[in-house]
């Protein structure tokens, strides 16, 4: 009973339907929204239709990505390919493995699509035969009366490294999927992070791990240079410092990275500080206020018990009475302020770095301009799981295609009163592989052959 059971469990059959099952859960997952994945929706559609969400809830249908049954199929799945590689090690075993027995008779021997007689030439003899084999990188066992030749013997390890690489990309996946953390987090010049969860944008509502905890990240923003040519944004240098005072750089193709966690530039906008006094000159408030407003969109914030909208012109100029920017370079920045209290606007005007806007007695001083920016925060711990995964199938790949397994049998035997040699080969993949090795193989040692010996070509791939 055991037996068959494992027989089933490491069977082709098996690990189709364990595909088709995954498969299905996947386009579950698509279809139906997922706790996690997208709260957001799941909160207004929990909201709509309460009686059917509660029922797919009730069978694990919105968290079917770590459902019981979805565990249990990855199990059974890991278990499938374990047990292949199980019962295809001593196949590997015995292919690498040297005998005399394998020395036979090249005119008889089975499973050698290529057999040929060659003339030696004068001066040649069987020594001369080994001797060549084992310069082209063939192992041999016997002697000229009969011998056994293999060509990269280690080959069939190949089948194993890459099968390997299947199950490491697999761990590697679902480890990354499992223990995987995204958000979004918004940091000016000079702010530093600490890896509070809830410095974290609400929305989209951070995407915490099902194992593990969210990054433990520490640094610093020290500055933010936007690099802008001819009118098209570049690029951009983002210093940031780590709790050990190291530096690092960060643009758009390099983000931050540490402790399996990577910051990834996404977004750039201006943090003024602003500050707003009464008509006495007393401070009711001030902050540094993140403002997304680099692609000339309003936007708005509250300071002081007053409401204000701002517009900026990176590089400002009135052309015919109206406001309008020259280029999107830092040449000449500011902001166009309007002040509402109460629904009702008090004022508006134009505001540069250390200027100020005056409305109803009150001012508004601008008395700083960084920019601030918003990274795409990941963490996986299945990475460099998955990576070396990548590597080993890369190099089982290659192993299995440039260094194929070679194989000869032969013989120099008396024939007509002239030394020849008999051969009889295989190569994998194709027999005209093996034909080719063989001619290029004993082209200086041997005359004209002799195709009696040749047999029906039969194509072993």
């Not at 030439?121 to 002697?143: C, H, P, R, W, Y």
């Not at 007695?361 to 700083?368: C, F, I, N, T, V």
């Not at 070679?406 to 194709?430: F, H, K, N, P, T």
Request: proline share 5%; net charge positive.
């Amino acid at each position: 009973m055991i037996k068959k059971t494992i027989k089933y469990l490491s069977s082709l059959r098996f690990t189709i339907l364990l595909i088709c099952l995954l498969g299905l859960i996947f386009a579950i997952g698509l279809w139906i929204p997922q706790q996690r994945l997208l709260k957001t929706i799941y909160l207004e559609w929990q909201k709509n239709s309460p009686a059917l969400v509660a029922y797919l809830d009730m069978f694990g249908l919105t968290t079917i990505y770590t459902s019981p049954i979805t565990l249990t199929l990855w199990f059974l799945f890991f278990l499938n390919l374990s047990l292949v590689l199980w019962q295809r090690w001593p196949v590997v075993k015995s292919r690498i493995a040297l005998s005399d027995a394998k020395i036979a008779d090249p005119a008889t021997v089975g499973g050698y699509p290529f057999r040929r007689s060659f003339p030696l030439q004068a001066g040649s003899d069987g020594e001369d035969v080994i001797e060549l084999l084992k310069k082209s990188g063939f192992t041999v066992l016997g002697n000229p009366a009969g011998f056994y030749g293999l060509k990269n013997r280690f080959a069939p390890i190949a089948f194993m490294l890459f099968h390997l690489s299947f199950f490491l990309i697999l761990l590697g996946g679902l480890v990354s999927v499992y223990t995987e953390f995204i958000g979004y987090l918004d940091l000016a010049q000079g702010e530093s992070f600490q890896g509070e969860l809830n410095r974290y944008n609400d929305s989209p509502v951070p995407k915490m791990p099902v194992y593990g905890s969210p990054p433990n990240a520490s640094f610093t923003i020290k500055s933010i240079v936007p690099h802008v040519t001819r009118n098209t944004p570049t690029g951009i240098s983002v210093q940031v410092v780590d709790s050990q005072g190291q530096s690092h750089e960060v643009d758009i193709n390099r983000p931050y990275k540490t402790e399996q966690t990577s910051f990834v530039f996404k977004h750039l906008g201006v943090s003024p500080l602003f500050v707003v006094k009464d008509p006495a000159g007393k401070e009711l408030g001030g902050a540094y206020i993140k403002l997304d407003v680099l692609q000339r969109k309003p936007d708005r914030f509250v300071l002081g018990g007053f409401e204000f909208t701002a517009t900026f012109y990176p590089d400002f100029v009135m052309e015919a009475g109206k406001r309008a920017t020259r280029s999107m370079e830092f040449n000449n920045p500011v902001f166009f302020i309007s002040a509402q209290r109460d629904g009702k606007k008090v004022g508006e005007g134009i505001v540069k770095k250390s200027g100020s806007l005056e409305f109803n007695g009150y001012h508004l001083e601008m008395r700083d301009m960084p920019f601030w920016v918003r990274f795409y925060v990941v963490k996986q711990r299945g990475l460099a799981i998955l990576y070396s995964g990548f590597a080993l199938a890369t190099i089982g790949v290659i192993w299995r295609l440039l260094f194929y397994r070679r194989e000869i049998v032969g013989a120099v035997r008396e024939q007509d009163g002239a030394s020849c040699l008999v051969i009889a080969g295989r190569s994998e993949y194709y027999k005209s592989l093996a034909e080719d090795d063989k001619h290029k193989l004993f082209e200086g040692i041997v005359g004209k052959s002799d195709e009696s010996l040749e047999k029906p070509m039969r194509v072993e791939r």
